[in-house]
């Protein structure tokens, strides 16, 4: 229980800060706020999804799927043939589309409030009315998100691990 108290005041610092990015890396998550000159960064492992105007924006399966191009609302059409698609190029998949889509817009914004539950899941709101929420989706002990605040010379600090069994602080 005290890993999990320090872990929640850990992630209080993202309160105020701007979800300034978010992308991937094959398929884990990478989630950029900054506050002033901090950077921290979440990566995230473990099942997922994001909320805007109630409903889901984007989750953690649209990675795999090829993002459509819509001609109008009856027509829909594919940039490329579904049995030569790639999800793991970059820009193909509805993930990537969204997620690019949410930030060149600025629709993301400051984050206003933090929390994680007894199983590890965590939860974040935006002033903007996003809603980013893990899913802690194993009982072992690997790794399901991380978050952490990276130095100017590039090192992870003050991580904390989540894992299906335990919270690790490093």
């Given at each position: 229980?005290?890993?999990?108290?320090?872990?929640?005041?850990?992630?209080?610092?993202?309160e105020?800060?701007?979800?300034?990015?978010?992308?991937?890396?094959?398929?884990?998550?990478w989630i950029l706020f900054?506050?002033?000159?901090?950077?921290y960064?979440?990566?995230i492992?473990c099942s997922?999804?994001?909320i805007k105007?109630?409903s889901v924006?984007?989750?953690?399966?649209?990675i795999?799927k090829?993002a459509?191009v819509?001609l109008?609302?009856?027509?829909?059409?594919?940039?490329?043939?579904?049995?030569?698609?790639d999800w793991?190029r970059?820009?193909a998949?509805?993930?990537?589309?969204?997620?690019?889509?949410?930030?060149?817009?600025?629709?993301a914004?400051k984050?206003?409030?933090i929390?994680?539950s007894?199983q590890?899941d965590?939860?974040?709101?935006?002033?903007?009315e996003?809603?980013f929420?893990?899913?802690?989706d194993?009982?072992?002990n690997d790794e399901?998100?991380?978050?952490?605040k990276?130095?100017d010379n590039?090192?992870?600090?003050d991580?904390?691990?989540l894992?299906?069994?335990k919270?690790f602080?490093k």
């Open positions: 229980m005290l890993n999990l108290i320090k872990a929640l005041k850990s992630l209080k610092q993202l105020g800060s701007n979800f300034a990015d978010i992308g991937r890396q094959h398929d884990i998550i900054i506050n002033g000159e901090d950077h960064y979440i990566n492992k997922w999804r994001m105007n109630n924006y984007v989750g953690c399966k649209d795999y090829l459509p819509y109008n609302k009856t027509s829909i059409y594919y940039s490329e043939r579904r049995d030569m698609y793991n970059y820009g998949n509805i993930f990537d589309r969204k997620t690019k889509q949410l930030i060149i817009a600025n629709e914004g984050v206003s409030c929390g994680i007894k590890n965590m939860c974040f709101k935006t002033d903007k996003i809603i929420q893990t899913f802690t194993a009982s072992d399901q998100w991380r978050f952490y990276k130095s590039g090192e992870e600090n991580k904390i691990i894992t299906g069994q919270i602080l």
